[in-house]
């Protein structure tokens, strides 16, 4: 099988979510103020592959990438985990030989939101392999080269913090509604 193209994958190019494979020598990031909520970019022997999501829908939770760069020198396979606010795991982004492929290798990563149907296929494709770090998610690149034994540049991640940020979001909710309350009774004073 030349390409694994998911049902999260196959929605995600449909609705122009950015997957793609191309000869390139330096990563190619998105402008700051495209960001994504979730996204990869591995990059080997030239070839340079990404994964970018803006959507928090279960299509837009999870890729899983077959056939990809070939196998650098040293390289370790294995997962590393993205946790959310200090608390315990909620993404995960591995990169592995590629068993349909020899020679090559297979790059996934899977959120939080992410369907059954994906997290089985992740399961499936990279649950045996050893964890090999932890990152906080931050909502900006995070270069996770090292965790692989690779230099610099070779494995981007971005991931969404959503638990700080709905929490940012309700303390400035609840801020506003006890601006108001105590408005009200002001003028009912």
Request: aromatic fraction near 10%; avoid cysteine; charged fraction near 10%.
């Amino acid at each position: 099988m030349k390409k694994l193209l998911t049902t999260a994958s196959a929605f995600a190019l449909a609705v122009g979510l950015f997957a793609s494979a191309s000869a390139s020598a330096a990563p190619v990031f998105p402008p700051p103020s495209a960001i994504p909520l979730d996204g990869f970019q591995v990059q080997a022997g030239g070839i340079l592959i990404s994964w970018l999501s803006f959507v928090e829908t279960p299509f837009g939770e999870s890729n899983l990438n077959i056939n990809g760069p070939i196998i650098p020198a040293g390289f370790v396979a294995g997962i590393v985990e993205m946790t959310e606010g200090g608390g315990g795991p909620s993404d995960f982004f591995a990169i592995a030989p590629d068993v349909a492929n020899p020679g090559q290798l297979a790059v996934g990563m899977i959120s939080d939101g992410a369907a059954q149907s994906d997290i089985d296929i992740f399961s499936a494709l990279f649950g045996g392999l050893p964890i090999l770090g932890s990152i906080e998610e931050t909502n900006q690149w995070q270069d996770v080269s090292a965790f692989y034994n690779q230099d610099p540049g070779f494995a981007y991640v971005v991931s969404d913090a959503e638990p700080v940020s709905w929490g940012i979001l309700g303390i400035g909710l609840l801020g506003l509604g006890v601006a108001r309350r105590r408005r009200t009774q002001k003028n009912l004073a």
